[in-house]
């Protein structure tokens, strides 16, 4: 859950940086007039920097461009690019209508990078308290990166006393 999410976050001892993610959707996408499916996943800001990847052309999300209301930057695959854009340059600055909002692409990921795999496009999502506070509904996904020298061992173990705090 975002709650969950929030707390490991918080008082983990063994990890370097987390992201939370949203499972892969489907949302129709126009650049230049004509609609079509295009599969996006939602992110917290940092989600790339905490994988280690950099975009290919522009840049990935700027801190806080994950907060409420502030969710209007995209991201797109190499593929995509390459279909919809021509794999131009000066796509970046460009807008594209997800499910007719104006998105503005900042950034082009590599053509190796498919994580989640298939996916066309990412989006910051709402990280707003008000948004990820409920437990209950395990909606969400994350990533972490462990401190020098952690073992996934230790890691987990971290977790596992945190999640049974919660649990009290």
């Known amino acids: 859950t975002g709650a969950d999410y929030l707390d490991w976050k918080a008082q983990n001892r ?10 892969e ?10 609609a079509e499916a295009a ?5 917290e800001a940092n989600f790339f920097t905490v994988l280690g990847v ?4 522009g840049r990935t999300f700027a801190a806080g461009e994950d907060a409420e209301g502030e969710k209007h930057a995209a991201v797109l695959s190499y593929g995509f690019w390459q279909r919809h854009l021509g794999g131009r340059a000066d796509a970046i600055g460009k807008n594209v209508r997800l499910n007719s909002e104006a998105y503005t692409v900042v950034g082009v990921m590599p053509q190796w990078f498919h994580f989640p795999s298939a996916t066309d496009l990412w989006i910051p999502m709402d990280m707003s308290p008000q948004k990820l506070t409920k437990r209950g509904t395990h909606n969400y996904r994350a990533i972490a990166r462990l401190k020098p020298g952690v073992k996934v061992e230790q890691a987990r173990a971290d ?10």
């Open 25 to 34: 959707g489907s949302v129709n996408v126009s650049v230049s007039g004509e």
């Open 14 to 23: 063994t990890l370097e940086a987390t992201s939370l993610y949203d499972w």
């Open 39 to 43: 599969s996006e996943v939602p992110t």
């Open 54 to 57: 950099s975009p290919l052309l």
């Open 159 to 168: 977790l596992v006393t945190i999640a049974a705090r919660l649990e009290k």
